[in-house]
């Protein structure tokens, strides 16, 4: 029978976000012996959090070296975690950081790695995404240990009384640190515009900077009724690929669209209720960001777009502009 363990980065205030505890669901749901692995500057918080999933140990790497996204301090903590469960499943949240440090972990104690995947079978196989989402595959592996790291919005939450956990520290042999972090850098410009969380995604395509109806482009009256919407729906701002490119074109642009609202075939795959689409072309590259919305509704000047060939479950007819001035003033 395989063993698992559960291994997750703490945010800046010590806990575990919520994709983290959709994995550790996913981990106590399977039944196995299980082992809880933490690391970060602080796990006071996760330590609460972690409690009461009933996992027969607690192991930490704590320190403020382990606080920031770093290669090599990120590989040796997971490397040392990982030694000292001796799990032959390794199941963390599927992040950029994790993306990026867990492949040398698994290739340093002779493992395998999926990343991507999308659910994890009681028989020990697991289905994941390629290319983008758009082919689905169901992979058994031999190789141990193996790493899983499961994408957000695919298991129920872990949401278990709070209880303190005894968490048993790892030591880690650093090697000599190269690189330091300095800051970060933000491309938002102070407007927060993607909501993981919100029960709507608002989707503005490159139409909103053409042409209008009296021949002129109205790109900063365009941006006054997107971000109007999002102030009074809190709902997340996705972006077509046409859209977020125009900057690199000498085309009008909305300033707070960047490549990070970006959904579709070369951007994110957001996981919302519903979905409302405006000025896109509804194609497949564009669509398979959509993958996971549940209602998807269009708001489109051309009945023959591809959004009315069966992409959407409703398609209205009609300028955006217009359907969204009126849409703000009904929010008041």
């Known amino acids: 029978m395989d063993t698992i363990l559960f291994l997750a980065f703490t945010e800046s205030d010590g806990s575990l976000a919520k994709p983290a505890l959709e994995v550790l669901g996913s981990a106590v749901a399977m039944g196995a012996p299980?082992?809880?692995?933490v690391i970060?500057?602080?796990i006071a918080a996760a330590s609460q959090q972690v409690g009461g999933c009933g996992a027969t140990r607690f192991l930490s790497v704590t320190g403020e070296e382990f606080g920031r996204s770093r290669y090599s301090t990120d590989a040796a903590a997971a490397e040392a975690i990982a030694r000292a469960a001796g799990a032959t499943l390794v199941i963390a949240p599927a992040s950029s950081r994790?993306?990026?440090?867990?492949?040398?972990v698994a290739h340093r104690l002779d493992g395998a790695i999926d990343t991507h995947v999308t659910a994890i079978a009681d028989g020990g196989s697991v289905t994941r995404w390629y290319y983008r989402q758009r082919m689905e595959a169901v992979v058994n592996r031999?190789?141990?240990p193996w790493f899983i790291l499961l994408?957000?919005?695919c298991h129920t939450a872990w949401t278990g009384e709070p209880r303190e956990?005894?968490?048993?520290?790892?030591?880690v042999s650093l090697p000599p640190l190269r690189t330091a972090v300095t800051g970060v850098r933000s491309p938002q410009s102070g407007e927060q515009t993607i909501r993981p969380d919100a029960r709507l995604l608002f989707v503005a395509g490159a139409g909103w900077t053409k042409k209008q109806a009296d021949g002129q482009p109205h790109p900063r009256e365009a941006e006054e009724l997107i971000l109007g919407f999002l102030h009074k729906t809190k709902a997340s701002l996705g972006g077509s690929k046409s859209l977020v490119d125009l900057s690199g074109e000498g085309e009008a642009v909305l300033q707070f669209m960047t490549h990070l609202n970006q959904i579709g075939q070369t951007g994110a795959t957001p996981r919302h209720p519903k979905g409302l689409s405006t000025c896109?072309?509804?194609?497949?590259?564009?669509?398979?960001?959509w993958r996971?919305?549940?209602?998807?509704?269009?708001?489109?000047?051309?009945?023959n777009c591809g959004w009315a060939r069966g992409k959407a479950d409703v398609l209205y007819v009609a300028d955006a502009f217009e359907v969204m001035r009126k849409v703000n003033a009904l929010l008041g």
């Open 142 to 144: 031999t190789a141990r």
């Open 34 to 37: 299980l082992t809880v692995g």
């Open 165 to 171: 956990a005894s968490f048993e520290t790892v030591a």
């Open 280 to 289: 896109c072309h509804g194609e497949e590259p564009h669509v398979v960001g």
């Open 292 to 303: 996971f919305i549940t209602e998807r509704r269009a708001v489109n000047l051309d009945p």
């Open 151 to 153: 994408e957000s919005g």
């Open 98 to 104: 994790t993306n990026r440090a867990l492949p040398g």
């Open 40 to 42: 970060g500057a602080s």
